[in-house]
């Protein structure tokens, strides 16, 4: 019933470490997203993914990979947690590009 | 560029109005606007797209006024659970799908 999800909800890692977050959408859709949200809810778009092609590449560290398996999935990568990454991150779903996102519940990250 | 919100918080009694504008410094292709809860994911309300128009459903309605680069959202007759953060997202052309988000307008309404 789930539109899109995402996994883990919550991940609490030390500085360093390695992590994945994982995105599903089961709309159908062509288009998916990853968005950052920091702890003054400023929401700020890092990837997206047209077809499996990538087609923004925000200004993002390239310690930040996404990859795109299929047009259902959209993971998150992330090597060298640092603490500056602590935050929410959002992947979102959308019919086409332009057209509504759908946003995943969210997944906190807190790197200490 | 990141557009600009106003006003940044809002708090209402139930039953009253509240209006929420969105400001570019950048031509504008379309406006989505969302509504965020604590703790859950932001929530599409509506979508408006180049040629001034006005959408709304239920008491939830948005203007578009693409020669001034501006968004208002009107609630009206406000109920408890329209309390949470509102954010605009804007699109320039080139249809990227990118959406650059407002700094959020928080309201709280009360009983």
């Known amino acids: 019933d789930t539109a899109v999800s995402q996994t883990p909800k919550y991940l609490v890692t030390q500085m360093g470490n390695d992590k994945s977050i994982k995105c599903e959408q089961n709309?159908?859709?062509?288009?998916m997203y990853w968005y950052k949200q920091d702890s003054k809810k400023f929401l700020k778009i890092m990837f997206s993914?047209?077809?499996?092609?990538?087609?923004i590449n925000e200004t993002v560290p390239n310690r930040f990979s996404p990859k795109s398996p299929d047009k259902a999935h959209l993971n998150l990568h992330i090597n060298s947690l640092e603490l500056g990454d602590s935050a929410v991150y959002f992947c979102?779903?959308?019919?086409?590009?332009?057209?509504?996102?759908?946003f995943g519940p969210g997944t906190r990250l807190l790197v200490l | 560029q990141q557009p600009v919100q106003s006003p940044q918080a809002v708090i209402l009694r139930e039953g009253e109005d509240a209006v929420i504008n969105c400001s570019s410094s950048?031509?504008?292709?379309?406006v989505h606007w969302y509504r965020q809860k604590h703790g859950e994911a932001p929530v599409f309300l509506m979508i408006?797209?180049?040629?001034?128009e006005q959408k709304g459903h239920d008491k939830i309605s948005a203007s578009f006024n693409e020669k001034k680069q501006q968004s208002s959202l009107y609630l009206t007759a406000s109920q408890l659970s329209y309390s949470g953060t509102y954010f605009c997202?804007?699109?320039?052309?080139?249809?990227?799908?990118?959406?650059?988000f407002g700094q959020g307008t928080t309201l709280q309404v009360k009983p």
């Open positions: 408006l797209l180049k040629g001034g």
């Open positions: 997202g804007t699109a320039g052309s080139g249809n990227t799908g990118k959406l650059i």
């Open positions: 950048k031509a504008l292709y379309s």
């Open positions: 993914y047209n077809n499996k092609e990538l087609i």
């Open positions: 979102a779903s959308s019919q086409a590009l332009g057209e509504t996102q759908y």
């Open positions: 709309l159908g859709h062509d288009t």
